[in-house]
Structure formats: structure tokens, C-alpha cells
């Protein structure tokens, strides 16, 4: 492979011989999302700079053999999701890393927790009447067919989306839930205030998935089957009493923050 142009794009011809990365044809992810997020991994792994030069468009297609509008479209993807910047007439330069950071395995319950209303915004896109089936139901400590509310919010940080957040409670529990608006945005903080509920604890669980119902995709202005990580948990409330059964989706771009601590040792003398 002999790529002419500068150091990015010499690193961009040896992590494509290094990882061999092949784009899928027949795949449901169109083509240009695929190779959007080869770009992503290959800014990720080389620390390139912000301010450094993208390798050109022509460079991208002869190492990963596709066409000229696939590459375009997948450099447009890369701006709009804030790994890169245009200039006109100069050409197309990394910007600073665009992950939004969160610490939902850690202390904080909520984004609205770590940042401030004029970053972090929300809008209902549904609220209605469910029954609960036999998961949820055990982990609300239910019977099975027992009413509920489902609600579902995106989550938008500066005005991009997010997550996906569904939360799922006992409509008994919480009868004015159905029209009450949410204080800052938080339900955990209208569950306090409103419902004399305060939540205490909450026991989550993150694993890679894909995006499989069109709602969510549309949300998160992603395709079809694109890979998201889904974090499921329990929320609960003195007593041990569980009263939300949440399910988040949480786009590319997002990482979850975490601190572990090791326990004392006890050292043989």
C-alpha cells in the first residue's frame, strides 16, 4: 500500500494493515457507519491531536477500498459527532475527544447529578399504561399482570442526543406519576419531593447490545442494529423496597466511569 500525504495518513495505512479492517456489504449497518467507526477506533488508538489533519478522503478509500461518497458520508458522520472539524480551503483537522463521560456505575444515580440544566436536557417521548411481565415483575416484587407506568425520556447533551431512558414503576405506588412533570428533569428528585420517595440505592448492569426496535434508532439518530450499551437495573428505596425497574441505551460516545477500590490484604510476616 503507498499512500502519499502526511503522518496521518501513514498511520492511517499501517492500522489498516494492522487490524485488517473489513467493511461489511451485505450488512443491515450501511456501509458508511461501518467505516465511520473504523475512523473513530483508528483516532482513538493512534492519540492523535487535536489539531492535527485528517488523513484526505482519497486516502481513506485506497485503504479501505470503497468509494469516494462512502467516504464522505462517513466523515460527515464524523462531524457530526464531534471527532472532527472543517476548515475551507485548508481541510478536515481532529477536534478534542467529544465522549461524554458518565458516572453511572459510580455515586451519581443520574446524569442531571453531573451536569449543570443548561448542558444536560430531556424530553418525554412516551408515558402510558403496561402490565408487568414476569422479569419485571420480580424485580418490583410484583405479581405478574400488575399495572405500571412506562416512561421513556432522551437524554440530550448539548443538544445531542444521549440516551435512551426507559423507567418502569407501579402505577399503584405512584398514581400522580402519570401527569406529574419532573423537578430538573430528575425522577429521583421528583420521586423525593414530590412522593416523599428518596432513593437510596440502585443495582445496574452494563452489556454490549444492538439497537433493535426503530424508536430508539430514530432517538438516538443512529441505524438500525448499531451497537449501543444497554444498562439495566434496579432502583430502590428505604426499606429494600424496589420501586423503578430502569433500562437505558446509551449511544456510541458514551462511556461509563467507575472507581474500584482493593481491599486491605493481610500480609504474612
Not at 502519499?4 to 461489511?24: C, D, P, Y
Not at 418490583?140 to 443538544?159: Q, V, Y
Not at 434508532?217 to 428505596?237: D, N, Q, R, W, Y
Amino acid at each position: 500500500m503507498n499512500i502519499i500525504g502526511g503522518n496521518s495518513e501513514e498511520l492511517l495505512a499501517n492500522f489498516a494493515k494492522r487490524t485488517q479492517a473489513q467493511l461489511v456489504g451485505d450488512s443491515q449497518i450501511p456501509l458508511y457507519f461501518q467505516l465511520a467507526r473504523v475512523l473513530q477506533m483508528f483516532i482513538r488508538e493512534n492519540l492523535l491531536q487535536p489539531g492535527e489533519r485528517f488523513p484526505s478522503e482519497e486516502a481513506v478509500g485506497i485503504c479501505f477500498d470503497v468509494s469516494r461518497p462512502t467516504v464522505n458520508k462517513a466523515i460527515q458522520e464524523l462531524l457530526t459527532q464531534g471527532w472532527l472539524y472543517r476548515i475551507r480551503g485548508r481541510g478536515t483537522f481532529l477536534k478534542e475527544d467529544p465522549r461524554v463521560r458518565l458516572a453511572l456505575l459510580g455515586a451519581s444515580m443520574s446524569p442531571t447529578e453531573q451536569f449543570s440544566p443548561k448542558d444536560l436536557h430531556y424530553k418525554f417521548v412516551q408515558r402510558r399504561r403496561v402490565r408487568a411481565d414476569l422479569q419485571i415483575a420480580q424485580s418490583l416484587r410484583l405479581e405478574p399482570g400488575a399495572p405500571l407506568l412506562f416512561m421513556r425520556r432522551l437524554r440530550l447533551i448539548h443538544d445531542h442526543p444521549l440516551l435512551v431512558c426507559d423507567s418502569i414503576l407501579s402505577i399503584e405506588r405512584f398514581p400522580g406519576l402519570v401527569k406529574q412533570s419532573l423537578i430538573q428533569g430528575s425522577l429521583y428528585t421528583t420521586l423525593e419531593q414530590v412522593f416523599n420517595c428518596p432513593i437510596v440505592r440502585s443495582e445496574r448492569c452494563v452489556e454490549a447490545s444492538e439497537v433493535i426496535e426503530q424508536e430508539v434508532a430514530t432517538l438516538l439518530e443512529i441505524p438500525l442494529l448499531s451497537p449501543v450499551l444497554l444498562l439495566t437495573g434496579t432502583t430502590f428505596t428505604k426499606g429494600n423496597e424496589p420501586i423503578e425497574y430502569m433500562r437505558s441505551y446509551l449511544k456510541e460516545g458514551v462511556s461509563l466511569e467507575s472507581t474500584v477500590r482493593r481491599s486491605a490484604l493481610k500480609i504474612k510476616e
